[in-house]
């Protein structure tokens, strides 16, 4: 399930579920979006984009989803993996300034 | 080579001391950015370098001055940091329109 802590939503699943992050974005002016997963002590490592005409794009595993009508991000993780574990950030870009989200913390049970 | 280097990974440093951090990238992007990222927090933009030129500056404080001496090479010079600016530091570099790649960052401690 998912919970709200002081600083960082937290989502925890079980291996091989799905899982769903969501992010809501506040620049009408953003045409480009990035999922990010930050791992401890490392820096963002590219996840997924897409770009603000589309609705859609899929990669390996993953799936983003943008919604501009209410200004939301979703990613998708099929088949949830313990090295899935990490830190999510979905990323706006408007204007050469690409501006984060606030996270959400990924715990998956093996 | 889809690398962004930075060095050096971990930093300690006195609040009347003067270090430089350095970013490298080899990819021929023209874009440079300097991000601060405090624990449990999303990383937040400091500079942006487009065409080695400073062409953003999110009101950062004058103890860390930016320069980008030419087009694969960032630093971001530091003196008299208050212990408040421990953090880690990111540097990432783009294609105007594409994602930003990020570096593994500097693991900055101000004592």
């Known amino acids: 399930g998912e919970s709200v802590g002081l600083h960082l939503p937290t989502l925890s699943v079980q291996e091989g579920d799905n899982s769903i992050i969501n992010c809501a974005y506040s620049n009408s002016a953003s045409d480009y979006f990035i999922w990010y997963k930050q791992e401890s002590g490392k820096g963002p490592q590219f996840i997924i984009d897409?770009?603000?005409?589309?609705d859609k794009r899929q990669g390996q595993r993953v799936t983003v989803l943008l919604n501009k009508t209410v200004k939301h991000l979703s990613l998708q993780i099929a088949a949830t993996q313990p090295g899935d574990s990490a830190v999510y950030f979905c990323?706006?870009?408007?204007?050469?300034?690409?501006?984060f989200g606030k996270g959400t913390m990924l715990l998956v049970s093996p | 080579d889809t690398e962004v280097t930075q060095t050096p990974k971990h930093l300690v440093m006195g609040m009347t001391n003067k270090k430089s951090l350095k970013c490298e990238q080899h990819m021929g992007h023209r874009a440079m950015y300097w991000y601060k990222q405090k624990a449990k927090k999303p990383p937040e933009l400091m500079f942006v370098y487009s065409y080695e030129k400073l062409s953003i500056n999110e009101s950062v404080p004058s103890r860390f001055s930016p320069e980008c001496p030419n087009s694969s090479l960032l630093n971001l010079h530091l003196h008299a940091l208050q212990p408040e600016d421990s953090a880690l530091y990111l540097c990432?570099?783009?294609?105007?329109?594409?994602?930003?790649?990020f570096g593994q960052g500097t693991r900055l401690t101000v004592v």
């Open positions: 990323a706006e870009r408007a204007y050469s300034t690409l501006t």
């Open positions: 990432a570099s783009s294609q105007e329109e594409d994602e930003a790649f």
């Open positions: 897409i770009r603000s005409n589309m």
